[in-house]
């Protein structure tokens, strides 16, 4: 089954929407954590439209879980994860004019910038994935340049399927749970696309590397992405910061991975109730 990352990137569109220091986007991965969430997810762009470089430390001194930092192969964001050390680093595209990461990375056209990269992000620990599109030449062009992990892009999908459901939305079938029950019924188009990533999510394993997959998930479109066998992570931040303006991050991370069917992350959530305990008897000895 696959685990749950949460993308927090958007708390910090809010906050820098206002030039303040709130909302925090560390006290929400932090109440990712709690709610059992297996990863965190950040993006640290070029422009610094969200997440600020003096967020990174504090990420990495207080999350306990997984960390994924999704950044552009340029070298000052490869210095900057070398620095950090996140325990998994995601190579992206990056735009400026985009509103969000468009496409995948073109791993074969890029070989000669990628394969420097990855090998020295390797070398320092950090497991390297690669956010391609479904297609069959870029998992193989990602097993060739050694990367340890391809995330498939599943937004040609995402935006198929929210189409498909469009009605539910409008007809007021708003809740996770019910919208599971009704079963997505998919368009022409949607299914040959989770055909593709259905395709490239086997390619990949077949290529010894580990799938992840996100873009443009959803409580409506997640369950026929979470039924693939194999994939190990789901990235999904737009659709759970969202929710969680309305329901809290908790109860929005709870929700998802109920959808995503991963379930709660159990270990670090042990390493959270050590870590507590430890404070609480240091306060009793003190
Ligand atoms: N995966 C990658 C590589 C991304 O760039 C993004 C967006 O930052 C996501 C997943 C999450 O996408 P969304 O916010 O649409 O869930």
Redesign the pocket.
Known sequence: MARL?V?I??VATLRQARGVDYPDPVEAALAAERAGAGAI?F?LREDRRHIQDHDLLRLRQQIHVHLNQ?LAPIDEMVELALKLRPHEV?L?PERRQEV??EGGLDARGLNARLAPIIARLKDAGIGV?L?IDPMDRQVEAAAALGADFV?I???AY?NLADKDLAERYLTGVDSPRVLKAARLKLGEATAAELCKIRDAVRAARAAGLKP???????YGNVAPIAAIAGIQWL???????ARAIAVGMGRAVSEMLELAGGGRSAAPRARVASAAASRRSRMTRA
Do not use: K, Q, R, Y
Not at 212 to 218: E, M, S, T, V, Y
Not at 235 to 241: E, F, L, M, S, Y
């Open positions: 990352g993308n990137d958007h997810t993006h999704e995601c992206v969000t990461t994935s956010f995330e892009h599943t937004g995402a992840n997959a996100g873009h443009g998930l959803n990235h999904i931040g737009h659709a759970i910061v």
